[in-house]
């Protein structure tokens, strides 16, 4: 082996350099320019909650900021929103009438189509996303129909199908089945197609655990039950490799979108599905998810905008390429004030 020189034998050790990688945090600007995770207004979902009826929208007070539209007031609304930055927004109906199988469901002149062809006059460009589901029209409140006090899944799926083909006869872009009955995506993709639908997407609530965070929603929707709870076909929030299996259930019967629900309890799940599914991802920041938030935020345990912020960021950090959230409009002010 030969020799060292003797130059190099004087020569002095490689420098160990310290890392700083403060160096890119030091200003806003250098924090945005490097920024991996960006929760732009294309990527937020506004959820409307649509009444039956005419007159001024009515607050639901679990929720701040949060109420109930009539269907002619969503001719102004909805400009509106288009006007703040809003891209797309789910559509929850509020029954008119209630029966044992929720017909009003998916009757053509019903309150979400109604809301459908008002918006898609008044503000052409916006996507319409349509829940899918029976629990707002039945009397009992469960998200199908009922056979011996439990939820027969294929009548209930024969149902929902009938539900999206009245959403998309109205020019919803797309439609989501909420009801997590086994199949139903399968079944909506059917009915959707035999009615010539074929264009109409499939956005499955693929991962809906029966959360303990649906309360403002089910007071503003007047959809709880009547008896018993849905933990015998919500998903069990215990469960991860269920959910991942759920996913994949749905997406090999052609779901084009897959959510998962409550967002700020699903980011693992979130993170796993990024790994595995090339289908876009939805995550669902509910309703009860916004109350704790506008509650901590009245009592000044948390400032708003940085929590909310925050949190959207950690769910598109997770793999969301969407995120359903009661917050959009905020967002969008919050934009234009730094604009």
Known sequence: MPARSAAAARAPAPRTLPVRLRRLRRSRALRDWVAETDVGLRRLVYPIFVRPGSGSPEPVPSMPGVARHPVRALATLAPRLEAEGIRSVLLFGVGRTKDDEGSDAWAPDGVVPEAIRAIRRAAPELVIVTDVCLCAYTRHGHCGVLHDGAVENDATVDRLGRVAVAHAAAGADVVAPSAMMDGQVAGLRDALDGAGFASTAVLAYSTKHASAF??????????????????????????????????????????????????????????????????????????????????????????????????????????????????????????????
Do not use: C, H
Not at 214 to 219: A, L, N, Q
Not at 250 to 265: I, Q
């Open 214 to 339: 649906y309360g403002p929603f089910r007071e503003a929707e007047g959809s709880a039950p009547a008896t018993g709870d849905r933990r015998g076909y919500q998903m069990d929030v215990r469960n991860a490799r269920e959910a991942i299996r759920e996913m994949a259930l749905d997406a090999a019967e052609g779901a084009d979108l897959l959510m998962v629900k409550p967002a700020g309890t699903s980011l693992d799940l979130l993170a796993r599905a990024r790994e595995i599914f090339p289908q876009p991802l939805v995550a669902y920041q509910v309703s009860g998810e916004y109350a704790m938030l506008k509650a901590a935020a009245a009592q000044g345990v948390v400032e708003e905008r940085a929590a909310v912020e925050e949190t959207l960021a950690a769910i598109r950090r997770a793999g969301a390429d969407l995120i359903v959230t009661y917050f959009a409009r905020d967002v969008a002010r919050w934009r234009r004030e730094v604009a």
